[in-house]
């Protein structure tokens, strides 16, 4: 799913491919599920494979901030948010998402969901409702652009412009389910914009909860 809208382009075989943790291309991970065992039914997101194969891995720059991203055989990906640096002493933040739904956008469609739904207050999805993250001086906040380049085991990147905005809900234990939702354009192969609309929802991780295999 991760690749659905993304147009690929070659790239140099010495290119060095998205890495952190031991986390890369071709690797896979085993998550502790044992200190969220408890809230696993509250989820959304009702089965969380314990053994995950990263398939393909994508970078996006935010100044200080660099978000990778471990795109795994589960529908999931796996985001590790770095500060001053890619490296693992540099890391702050670790989240596990799985996609929920990817929806097409038509050009009337694009613009209402950039300016009237992403960055609302308050989000309703499947009966909950989710608090805006991020917050702004006024009700509405317009979803934050970014740009991702995604690698997978080929030697191709895709660039996916995105339009990105997070929710997240308290749960019985006092952690919190994340809603990521993002509005993602490319250009086809007809050098035309395509556009679709991506829910994923998510827990955040300790790194301890994760064990990278070879």
């Known amino acids: 799913m991760f690749s659905f809208f993304k ?47 990263i398939q393909a891995a994508g970078i996006v720059e935010l100044g200080s901030s660099t978000l990778l991203r471990f795109y795994t055989d589960d529908e999931a990906w796996l985001q590790v948010v770095c500060e001053g640096g890619v490296s693992e002493e540099n890391i702050v933040d670790v989240t596990l998402f799985h996609y929920y739904d990817t929806l097409h956008v038509n050009a009337n469609e694009w613009d209402e969901l950039l300016t009237r739904k992403i960055g609302v207050p308050v989000y309703t999805f499947e009966g909950h409702e989710y608090q805006r993250v991020w917050t702004s001086t006024s009700e509405y906040h317009p979803p934050v652009a970014m740009q991702e380049q995604t690698y997978d085991e080929s030697e191709e990147v895709s660039n996916t412009d995105q339009f990105v905005m997070l929710f997240e809900r308290q749960l019985s234990d006092g952690s919190y389910e994340q809603l990521y939702l993002s509005g993602e354009e490319t250009l086809n192969d007809n050098n035309l914009l395509e556009h679709c609309f991506v829910i994923s929802t998510g827990i955040k991780l300790s790194p301890t909860q994760i064990r990278v295999n070879g």
Do not use: N, R, W
């Open 7 to 53: 147009k690929k382009q070659s790239v140099s075989s010495s290119l060095k491919k998205p890495e952190v943790m031991g986390l890369c291309i071709g690797s896979s991970f085993d998550i502790d599920k044992l200190s969220f065992q408890l809230i696993l039914d509250q989820l959304v997101i009702k089965d969380v494979a314990d053994t995950q194969l």
